[in-house]
């Protein structure tokens, strides 16, 4: 029996956006609206960051606010409007050695003659064996979606950045008392959300101390923390049902190590407007930005990136 030839063809793209957070999905109503079919490769956490807060309150034309969930679905529903593509998945490799660039999403191979990363930050993890042993069993990343389990209960959040006065003032609504454990004295957060946090009295403090030890991975629960002093040395148990890590966070950019120059972090380093040191690639949010990380400064980024990389592509004929 003879079997026809099946044709095989690597779809082609103009413009691939990896990620579907504010700079991407910016990107994509710019490079839509330029009529460049983009494809939007929506990254593991489809939606990115906002997608774990509650109200943006800065985000400007909301003068009530929105909510997060809302904002980003909105950017990706007015992209659809004008031909984005959206797919699930996550790039797991790239070639970036040549044009076109290669993309796999597991098997499946994809080309584009331009790349936008918008592939946005993760949290940061403490990195303690108890910790990651515990996450999903009280120790989580995301006040937002975890807070609601630890209803009636105590809790800490670490950190000492906005994320944390945030994440803290959310817990308040469910927790008994909400402890914030913060390295030093000083903290990184605005004022405006300090003085909210600090005028919460759910909310008590632990300065100058870090946790050194999760318990109990054998009850497959947490109840309680090791803290040690950043000043003396010592070290104490603190009582608590659960822990919210807002500690920061670190860029999405393994796939592209050794290819694109990133910095020390593994932030891409721009080569001025949206530009990497590859032609043809471009960058947008927080994969770049590690000073503004705001949802505003992640939408300018990728609208920036759709319009180099359609004068890239317009230039080239
Ligand atoms: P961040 O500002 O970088 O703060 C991270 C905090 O975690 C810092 O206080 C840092 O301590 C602490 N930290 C880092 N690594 C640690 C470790 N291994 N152990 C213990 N503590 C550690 O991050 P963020 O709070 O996520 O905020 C990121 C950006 O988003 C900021 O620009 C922020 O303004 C913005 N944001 C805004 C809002 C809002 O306006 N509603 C809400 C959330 C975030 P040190 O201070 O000692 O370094």
């Known amino acids: 029996m003879k079997f026809a030839a099946i044709a095989r063809t690597t779809p082609m793209y103009k413009v691939i956006v990896i990620g579907s957070g504010c700079a991407g999905s910016t990107a994509a109503i710019y490079a839509a609206r330029a009529s460049l079919e983009p494809l ?11 997608t774990l ?19 980003v679905d909105r950017m990706k529903q007015q992209a659809q409007r004008f031909g984005a593509t959206y797919r699930h998945g996550a790039v797991t490799r790239a070639d970036l050695s040549s044009r076109p660039f290669k993309l796999w999403i597991g098997d499946e191979q994809l080309e584009t003659q331009t790349l936008i990363i918008a592939s946005g930050a993760s949290a940061r993890w403490l990195g303690l064996p108890s910790e990651q042993a515990l996450v999903g069993h009280g120790v989580s990343s995301c006040a937002t979606c975890d807070g609601f389990f630890f209803r009636g209960q105590p809790v800490t959040v670490i950190g000492g950045g906005d994320s944390a006065m945030e994440e803290a003032l959310f817990l308040t609504k469910f927790a008994t008392e909400v402890t914030i454990v913060h390295r030093r004295e000083e903290f990184r957060a605005s004022k405006i959300m300090l003085d909210r946090a600090r005028a919460n009295e759910k909310i008590s403090w632990i300065t100058n101390a870090t946790v050194t030890e999760v318990a109990d991975p054998a009850a497959k629960a947490v109840t309680g923390l090791r803290l040690r002093s950043t000043v003396n040395g010592k070290e104490w148990d603190h009582k608590t049902s659960a822990l919210f890590l807002a500690i920061g966070h670190v860029p999405n950019t393994d796939v592209f190590k050794g290819q694109l120059d990133l910095d020390k972090q593994g932030y891409i380093v721009s080569q001025g407007g949206a530009r990497t040191n590859i032609p043809g690639v471009f960058h947008a949010g927080d994969v770049e930005d590690r000073v503004y990380r705001q949802a505003i400064t992640a939408a300018g980024a990728g609208c920036k990136a759709a319009i180099e990389a359609e004068r890239l592509l317009e230039a080239e004929g």
């Open 53 to 71: 807060t509650t109200d943006v309150e800065n985000y400007p034309g909301f003068p009530e606010g929105i909510m997060g969930p809302d904002l």
């Open 40 to 50: 939007v490769i929506e990254g593991l956490e489809a939606g990115g960051q906002l």
